[in-house]
């Protein structure tokens, strides 16, 4: 009973870090993945303006922009 204490505290010890390490990279990529995101979208002022420009433009043949927001959505 003694040797299985002694063989698995040194591979619970590793197996420990081990998680510690994937957890730091884990909040680090999903840092640097809101960051990205943050500077990568439109303002609302741009997508309002966007949305008004495709309504206004009578060649425009996408029905979905006048769905948006709706039930259709889902």
């Given at each position: 009973?003694?040797?299985?204490t ?8 590793h197996?420990?870090k ?22 990568s ?10 949305f008004?420009e ?5 060649k425009?043949?996408?029905w ?8 259709l959505d889902?």
């Amino acid at each position: 009973m003694v040797a299985e204490t002694g063989e698995t505290i040194p591979m619970l010890l590793h197996t420990a870090k081990a998680l510690q390490k994937a957890r730091k990279l884990q909040q680090q990529a999903m840092l640097m993945w809101a960051l990205e995101g943050r500077t990568s979208r439109p303002s609302p002022e741009q997508t309002h303006y966007r949305f008004e420009e495709q309504l206004a433009d009578p060649k425009n043949r996408d029905w979905r922009v006048l769905y948006r927001g709706s039930v259709l959505d889902d």
